[in-house]
Structures are given as C-alpha cells and as structure tokens.
Antibody, heavy 117, light 109 residues
Framework: QVQLVQSGGEVKKPGASVKVSCKAS????????ISWVRQAPGQGLEWMGW????????NYAQKFQGRVAMTTDTSTRTAYMELRSLRFDDTAVYYC??????????WGQGTLVTVSS | QTVVTQEPSLTVSPGGTVTLTCASS?????????PNWFQQKPGQAPRALIY???NRHSWTPARFSGSLLGGKAALTLSGVQPEDEADYYC?????????FGGGTKLTVL
C-alpha cells in the first residue's frame, strides 16, 4: 500500500533552517507529485507548495517564496522540504502529501518542527 | 487575498444528515476549482475523502458525498456515525495556487 514516512521532529532556533524528508513507497514515483502542507498548533491546514516527481518543476505558495525549497531524489524515492530563516510562527506539523493531478491523496504522518530560542 | 470559507462548527445527531460547505471569496465555486475534502481526527494526519468535487476515493465510505451546491462546494454526510466526529477541511485550486478552508468542527451528539 502507499506509504509516506517522514523524518522525526526537529527543534530549531530562530533564523535557522530545517529540512524535512518524506520517503515514499507502494506506488510508481512518476504517478504522483508531492505537496507540503503545514498545521500550526490548534490551527487549520496551510498549503506550502508542490513539486513534480517527474521533472522537479516546483510551485510555491506566495507566502513562502524565497524561503522554501522543495526537492526530490527519485533514486531513493524521497522528497525534501527545506524552510529557511525560521521564525517562531513556523512552529507547526509539516505534512508531505502525494498528489495525483488535482487530488491530494496520501498523507505522511507529519513532522513537528518547533522553533524556540 | 483570496479566502476560502467553511462553517466553523456544526452539530448533527447520530443517523442524521449534515451538509458542510466551502465558499470562495472570488465568487461561485465550479468544477474548475477541483474541490477536495479531508477529514482530520485529533492527533492524526488528515485523510482524503473527496476529489474533483464529487469523486470518492476507494477508501471513502459511501455515506460521504461531494457536490456543487448554490455556488459552493459541499460535503454531505448521510447516516452519520459517531466516528464521523472530526474536523473537515476543503481545498480549492486557483490555477497554480491551492487554498484550504478554515475547517469545520463536526460534533456528533
């Protein structure tokens, strides 16, 4: 079955960077892109962007442009999301999601990133 | 700034029917917005329920149905079960951008 397994939680200081990984299994990698979605504590879902698995074409939400980078490594079936210049309000659970065209189908378990001084 | 609006909270009795809606600040929601619906229970990742307005995933129970209703996307739960108590989020596509609604907390009481 389709599985997305994310890396473990992180604690970072303001101004630092974090890189979250998402390893996929159970499907043809070229069939799905990867979106990243975050959820601050007690809040709703926020779409951060999307990357194609086939050609590394990425599309970022305007809010994160210049601060986020999404990449994939097809040889290891792993997607990465790096967020730079972290602020306190970047504290959130970050999810990777396998996307088929316009359908966010399969979700990772989430990675808690805590920004704290 | 585009905003997607959902009811903050709804309450339904077990066995009843409830409709959640998803509106866009840009105007009527059509199939071109490819509405998605997700269910999230406390401490869990969201789970996809509906895509492209009215298509169930293979794992989505038949009591969940999606539609376009009165210029909004809608999620109807028929024969509600206690386990349907959860937060529900919609998502709309705006060309290359994606925006989630604020979520609806559904209480089964």
């Amino acid at each position: 079955q389709v599985q997305l397994v994310q890396s473990g939680g992180e604690v970072k200081k303001p101004g630092a960077s974090v890189k979250v990984s998402c390893k996929a299994s159970g499907y043809r990698v070229s069939s799905y892109g990867i979106s990243w979605v975050r959820q601050a504590p007690g809040q709703g879902l926020e779409w951060m962007g999307w990357i194609s698995a086939s050609n590394d074409n990425a599309n970022y939400a305007q809010k994160f442009q210049g601060r986020v980078a999404m990449t994939t490594d097809t040889s290891t079936r792993t997607a990465y999301m790096e967020l730079r210049s972290l602020r306190f309000d970047d504290t959130a659970v970050y999810y990777c999601v396998a996307v088929a065209a316009t359908s966010l189908d399969y979700w990772g378990q989430g990675t808690l990133v805590t920004v704290s001084s | 700034q585009t905003v997607v609006t959902q009811e903050p909270s709804l309450t339904v009795s077990p066995g009843g029917t409830v409709t959640l809606t998803c509106a866009s600040s840009t105007g009527a929601v059509t199939s071109a917005y490819y509405p998605n619906w997700f269910q999230q229970k406390p401490g869990q990742a969201p789970r996809a329920l509906i895509y492209s307005a009215d298509n169930r995933h293979s794992w989505t129970p038949a009591r969940f149905s999606g539609s376009l209703l009165g210029g909004k996307a809608a999620l109807t739960l028929s024969g509600v079960q206690p386990e349907d108590e959860a937060d529900y989020y919609c998502l709309l596509y705006y060309g290359g951008a994606v925006i989630f609604g604020g979520g609806t907390k559904l209480t089964v009481l």
